[in-house]
DNA sequence: TTGCGCACTGCCAGCGCTGTCAAATAAGGC
DNA sequence: GCCTTATTTGACAGCGCTGGCAGTGCGCAA
């Protein structure tokens, strides 16, 4: 009674071979209209919701794609999942969230068994685990579709969905030179993620453009999180002649180069602007505000699930509008 | 040859019927030393991963449990979705996150529909979806193992895993107590959030144990989120006789009070006493960083992908515990 | 010597679907 | 009206595995 019904028995209540049923069910043609009609009440009736381990046995699609990830921002992962996910069920897929350690050894062999075991259709990537080039070649190897959202590497190839890191930091860097700011810093992310390094090009190509020129001194590493970005801060701001302003590679580095700030007693804007990068929860949610570059990671995440369900080309790229927002982080510079 | 192997292949491979094979993949006994390590040897060699599809259907197992969530906390998610997942691959289940929307009608319809569709072994329940008293009840009817991670209502039936809300209510309210507050208010959360009730409990408790009068213009609603949190701060420094202390329900409405007080040129803590509730990132973001309530949000999930796999009674209950977060946010009530 | 229990192994059905192909029926052409 | 072609339907194998059961070979008691 509570054990759900299959195929069969909705072909015997419909009075049709059950493959007429899989016709139905699967959108096939060559189904009368009349047909399809009683087999589709009946379904809706018996609340009748076919196997997806028989379906994917028997068939040559699991109706799965996995999405990979290895970030430790739930803020970025959310989104990401949350994008991914809706397309996919829309599009009547199931994405298959796994973590997984890039930098792993086994990174290849575990993802290969993830889709032995689960007969994937397409793989999304999320950086970092867009750069790992092994199993990008052993992917290209099975022709096993997949995705990249924001690659650094290898960007002409295949399909991937991102934004332009370069233009964006220039953008950001413009708007604190409009600002009167000539000792611009940059907190620089994890070397690992390719758009920390697009985002310093970015920084550093505005800075020439206005003739402004690059001092090393003033471009701190830090992990993209926020103990990192505190200390990373507190190293701009010990130094002799310091920075009027700090570009921080995301938001969480630029939360704790503001804490610096604020433990350090100096005013934000008014003494030191600081922006961020991602428009995370974070950049609303400190005080002031960050000034930072909204990214659209939801939308990124659901352009790479389309791309990889709707067969296009297989190397179409998809490149989606960032945008600045510009909060009380960031203000004139002080003389 | 990049197409999967079978157990068939294996089997064949390493002498033995392909029904031996099985026996050793699923670690049954009868199997001799000897076969059993020339098995295992053939599978490490071939890579061989068996089809997950194909167990699903031919046994009575998936290996596979769900977790519903209907929350809009990155960070909440994300740290339920980690503590379950990790627990599940070490248990060798896989983890199917699904989000969903608690309050729509279909709510029961949409997961049995996943139920069927995936032959899930066992659900993990996340707040608010706890509270769905209609899906629990068919959820019972089939006997389909669940666990609710922080259940509100009907805290003794099934499995469960929590915290005590009320305790630590308690414990943050006595905190500032002890700091010399006697006008502390609260920005309570979302009703549909059962731990909102609670917490306003404990609070109120508290407050009482200490001879201080319960004040309902000191408790104001919001929506667990940044916007309405300032906002409902805003509303109760504006009050005649304004609280020195301001307990919120979370810390994204604990952030948002912070923000009110920034804006408002209020000191904290010299001036106003702001406490909040989970220690999300965002408790070491802000500034001053947030006295909270640290929840084991990782914990309760791995105990109950833990409770509801390892087949323990069907109505244990897990506590863990909290822990107070004393940081800067909170001092001693201005006089 | 026979019998019996035990540890191990193999055979086969069948899980619930899809793919293939053949059969049945309807529609069109003369 | 008869044959051809298109449309709709059904029969059946088989996807890769597990469950049940029927062996097979061995040691040990009778």
Not at 2 to 18: C, D, M, N
Not at 53 to 82: E, M, W
Not at 254 to 271: K, N, R, W
Request: aromatic content about 4%; proline content about 6%; some cysteine.
């Amino acid at each position: 009674m509570s054990s759900r019904p299959t195929i069969k028995e909705v072909s015997k209540i419909a009075g049709v071979s059950f493959k007429t049923v899989s016709r139905v069910l699967n959108n096939e043609k060559h189904v009368s209209e009349e047909t399809r009609r009683r087999v589709e009440e009946v379904v809706a009736r018996l609340n009748f919701r076919p196997s997806h381990a028989a379906r994917t046995l028997a068939g040559r699609k699991s109706f799965q794609v996995g999405l990979l990830y290895d970030n430790p921002s739930p803020y970025y992962i959310y989104h990401v999942q949350t994008g991914a996910q809706q397309r996919c069920t829309e599009l009547g897929y199931r994405l298959l969230l796994q973590p997984i350690d890039s930098q792993s050894p086994d990174l290849v062999s575990n993802v290969l068994a993830l889709i032995d075991e689960t007969h994937l259709d397409g793989l999304i990537l999320s950086p970092p685990v867009t750069e790992a080039t092994a199993l990008l070649d052993e992917l290209d190897r099975r022709s096993l579709p997949y995705v990249r959202i924001a690659p650094g590497t290898r960007k002409e190839a295949g399909m991937s969905a991102s934004m332009d890191d370069v233009a964006a930091a220039r953008e950001l860097t413009a708007h604190l030179i409009g600002l009167g700011h000539r000792r611009i810093a940059m907190i620089r992310g994890l070397e690992s993620h390719a758009s920390s390094a697009d985002r310093l090009a970015g920084y550093r190509a505005e800075l020439e453009a206005h003739g402004i020129p690059f001092d090393p001194a003033l471009v701190v590493a830090a992990e993209n999180d926020f103990a990192s970005g505190a200390a990373a801060a507190r190293e701009l701001l010990t130094l002799k002649d310091r920075p009027t302003a700090i570009f921080a590679g995301n938001d969480d580095m630029a939360a704790g180069a503001l804490a610096t700030a604020h433990e350090s007693d100096i005013e934000v804007p008014a003494q030191l602007s600081i922006a961020g990068f991602d428009d995370s929860d974070l950049a609303r949610a400190v005080w002031p505000p960050l000034t930072t570059i909204r990214q659209p990671v939801h939308e990124l995440a659901s352009a790479a699930a389309e791309l990889i369900l709707s067969g296009t080309a297989p190397q179409s790229r998809v490149t989606l509008e960032h945008k600045l927002m510009v909060r009380a982080s960031t203000g004139p510079a002080p003389r």
